[in-house]
């Protein structure tokens, strides 16, 4: 197994011009695939609130609740470098509710740094935090969190205006002192534009080939949603295998074909002679199932 990754990690893939690769995870069976297939970083996102616990945009999902999951990655992988993403109302009161939801989750679930949506507005608050002695990855273009200000899901910076505003934020949010900033729904030239303008690495979803990494939601991924933004590729369509698997154990309980003798334990002969004298019995009671 190769070291864990860092920041210094991202920082030198960055200057060494080498893709970062990241992924979401909220789960143990997910952390431990990522590891397996030895991504870089793991993300444990607030899109759990709709990937996982069914709630239609991100503001629903508490701190509690992304603790709870990111202490399951945080046991299933220790290679990738794990950011843990500070929900909706978890950092924007003020630097101190933010220190301190930040802390939580180095602290009580594993995590190596966080990640918060917001630009200059934010930057006294990544300060703060990068005081505190944690790292923090920035989150600019679409913001899930801002859904109702930015009215629905929909490309940021397509105007020069809303770019030159994309801009000034990534190099706020690099000099307040992020180690990396995740670009979503971005024009791709946008995104190449900032990357270039930045020492630190960006991280593109929906933002084009120019960044220095990309991260996609894991259930995106392999398929496991009935539809996936269209910025994400599906390598894999395991909601479907899920369901076919699924259908075939229904089958196979139904025909009596399952549990088959494989499935089952024995039981020496001599202790089930003395089980039934015990119990007085001659022969088992049938099993009678019912139709």
Same mark, same amino acid.
């Given at each position: 197994?190769?070291?864990?990754?860092?920041?210094?990690?991202?920082?030198?893939?960055?200057?060494?011009? @080498?893709?970062?690769?990241?992924?979401?995870?909220?789960?143990?069976?997910?952390?431990?695939?990522?590891?397996?297939?030895?991504?870089?970083?793991?993300?444990?996102?607030? &899109?759990?609130?709709?990937?996982?616990?069914?709630?239609?945009? /991100?503001?629903?999902?508490?701190?509690?609740?992304?603790?709870?999951?990111?202490?399951?990655?945080?046991?299933?992988? /220790?290679?990738?470098?794990?950011?843990?993403?500070?929900?909706?109302?978890?950092? =924007?009161?003020?630097?101190? =509710?933010?220190?301190?939801? @930040?802390?939580?989750?180095? *602290?009580? @679930?594993?995590?190596?740094?966080?990640?918060?949506?917001?630009?200059?507005?934010?930057?006294?608050?990544?300060?703060?935090?990068?005081?505190?002695?944690?790292?923090?990855?920035?989150?600019?273009?679409?913001?899930? *969190?801002?859904?109702?200000?930015?009215?629905?899901?929909?490309? =940021?910076?397509?105007?020069?205006?809303?770019? +030159?505003?994309?801009?000034?934020?990534?190099?706020?949010? *690099?000099?307040?002192? +992020?180690?990396?900033?995740?670009?979503? &729904?971005?024009?791709?030239?946008?995104?190449?534009?900032?990357?270039?303008?930045?020492?630190?690495? /960006?991280?593109?979803?929906?933002?084009? @080939?120019?960044?220095?990494? *990309?991260?996609?939601?894991?259930?995106?991924?392999?398929?496991?949603c009935d539809r996936s933004p269209s910025?994400?590729?599906?390598?894999?369509?395991?909601?479907?295998?899920?369901?076919?698997?699924?259908?075939?154990?229904?089958?196979?309980?139904?025909?009596?074909?399952?549990?088959?003798?494989?499935? !089952?334990?024995?039981?020496?002969?001599?202790?089930?002679?003395?089980?039934?004298?015990? /119990?007085?019995? !001659?022969?088992?009671?049938?099993?009678?199932?019912?139709?």
């Amino acid at each position: 197994m190769s070291a864990p990754k860092t920041v210094l990690t991202l920082a030198e893939m960055r200057r060494s011009n @080498a893709p970062i690769t990241m992924v979401t995870a909220y789960d143990y069976p997910g952390a431990r695939a990522a590891e397996a297939a030895e991504v870089d970083a793991i993300l444990v996102g607030d &899109s759990l609130a709709m990937v996982v616990l069914g709630h239609p945009n /991100t503001l629903s999902v508490t701190l509690d609740e992304m603790l709870h999951h990111a202490r399951a990655v945080a046991r299933g992988a /220790t290679t990738p470098l794990l950011i843990g993403d500070l929900p909706f109302m978890s950092y =924007q009161i003020d630097a101190g =509710q933010a220190v301190a939801s @930040a802390g939580r989750f180095v *602290q009580e @679930a594993g995590m190596a740094a966080v990640k918060l949506e917001g630009g200059r507005a934010f930057t006294e608050t990544v300060r703060a935090i990068v005081r505190a002695g944690i790292p923090v990855i920035g989150h600019l273009g679409l913001t899930p *969190q801002s859904l109702n200000v930015l009215g629905g899901f929909r490309v =940021q910076g397509r105007t020069a205006e809303a770019a +030159c505003r994309l801009l000034d934020d990534a190099r706020a949010l *690099q000099d307040a002192g +992020c180690f990396a900033i995740v670009l979503e &729904s971005v024009p791709e030239r946008l995104a190449s534009h900032i990357t270039e303008a930045l020492e630190i690495p /960006t991280i593109g979803i929906g933002a084009g @080939a120019g960044t220095s990494g *990309q991260v996609l939601v894991y259930h995106d991924l392999l398929g496991l949603c009935d539809r996936s933004p269209s910025f994400a590729r599906r390598y894999a369509e395991l909601g479907d295998a899920a369901v076919a698997a699924l259908a075939r154990f229904r089958d196979d309980v139904r025909q009596r074909a399952f549990p088959a003798a494989g499935n !089952a334990y024995s039981m020496p002969d001599d202790e089930w002679r003395a089980f039934l004298a015990a /119990t007085g019995e !001659a022969y088992p009671r049938p099993v009678t199932a019912k139709r």
